[in-house]
């Protein structure tokens, strides 16, 4: 298997091709058609649901199988489709699938670690290095993770590029083959030209370690002195295109805070959410990436978050319509929420639509953090919106395809349905909505860890004044 690794050819675009096929007809078209059954008889809905979900997702395995290396990163490519087309909890099937693949992938041979770091530090590795264990610690989507000690005593993770894979997807996703036929099937009809950039630029970026060290600097620098939320910091000087190291972060994965009590699971969704939604406000930018792998629970029950390579910059103005948007849906102001989505750009034939039909399909997805009562997130709530959202004969459907998924709003989405999918997992419960408000508005906290996030707040310099 390594040995078919190591001659993979720098150029996948027509096995790439047959990955997205694979995914679009097996995976959105199964979950539109289905979702019909989903909504009509519930339970036995679910189940032929399920089933074909777990048949799509076992066939995509397969073909990415064939493939190796490369696929791997096309698979994640295609977790772009499933922001709109797949249902969240499906998306978990899919994830654990493609998880099992990476998890019977070889890892990178010693001697391959060597050389990358050889070659992308300059020097031999026992110069920044005071050891390193030659055993992975743990699998990264295009390399691995080592943990090694510097020589000032600094524990640190050492995250590595598999080099030719690297290659072969920088070179692949040039190429508009390879990404025209997800942009089509994530925003169809509509702004694919648009969309092609976008997942290309954010593609690009997510090779590119040093910018990722950029962003994670960012974010640790923002959250330095956090009660509760955590970024380890960056050893900039042995950073490079490849090679990622940051400070060494113990803590308990999410299969341990999912067997927690309640009480554990609510907090650390809370967390969660005050971290995704909230970066936008401390940093200005966020992770758009919610995958549980790039999390862990500290023993103080604080939340060290790990993985920048899918962050997104906000603009001011952005930001701005984004909250008048929320203060419209707030106040449950139709003509204020179509006015907004129009600006952001989700709307294309806004004087045609009925505004009160507009804010019923957002409070179908985005409803749960606008209702202001404790609410649990449940997987039957997440795909409840889901089916409704793929179901073709579904007015969300039929409104939401004529209409437009814009570019600048991917990264958003993505974000927004992980979390919540992660939420439904943990079935947190909060008042989501008086947490919300505290971005929207400005409003004083409702929750402890909102009061010891207050006074983490006050007096520093925001990117913007959640009061203001
Ligand atoms: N600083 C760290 N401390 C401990 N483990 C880490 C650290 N960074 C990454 N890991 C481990 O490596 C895995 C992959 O890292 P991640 O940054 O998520 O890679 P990718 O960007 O490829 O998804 C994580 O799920 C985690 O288990
Ligand atoms: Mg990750």
Known sequence: MARERDRMPTSFTRRAAKVTSATTTQGARHAATLAANLLRDEDAGAEVLERRHREAAQRMVAVLGSMKGGAMKVGQLASFLHVEFIPPEYRELYQHELAALRDAAPPMPWR?????????????????????????????SIGQVHRGRLHDGREVAVKLQYPEIADALETDVRTVAVLSPIARAIAPGVDVRAVVAELRERIL??????????????FARAYRGHPFIHVPDVVTDV???????????????????????????????????????GSIDVVGRFNADAHPGNYLRRPDGGVSFLDFGAVKTVD??????????????AARDAPAVVAALERLGW???????????????VLLTSGWSFE????TITPERVALAAAALSNPRSEVFRVWRRENLPAEELMFSRMDAGVVS?????GATANWHRIAREWIFGDPPSTELGRAEWEFLTGRRLWRDPRG
């Open 372 to 375: 202001d009562r404790e609410l």
């Open 112 to 140: 391959l670690v060597e050389r990358v770091l050889r070659d992308e530090l300059g020097e031999p590795p026992e110069r920044a290095f005071a050891e390193l264990d030659p055993e992975a610690a743990a699998a990264a």
């Open 205 to 218: 970026e997510e090779l590119d370690y040093e910018l990722e060290a950029q962003h994670q600097r960012a």
């Open 239 to 277: 950073c490079r295109r490849r090679v990622l190291v940051s400070e060494w972060v113990d803590g308990a994965p999410f299969a341990d805070v999912l067997a927690s009590p309640r009480d554990e699971r609510d907090r650390f969704g809370e967390i969660l959410v005050r971290f995704f939604y």
């Open 347 to 361: 709307l294309r034939h806004a004087e045609t639509l009925d505004p009160e039909m507009i804010l019923r399909h």
């Open 422 to 426: 992660v939420l439904a997992q943990l």
């Open 316 to 329: 001011r103005e952005r930001r701005q319509l984004m909250l008048a948007g929320a203060r419209a849906v």
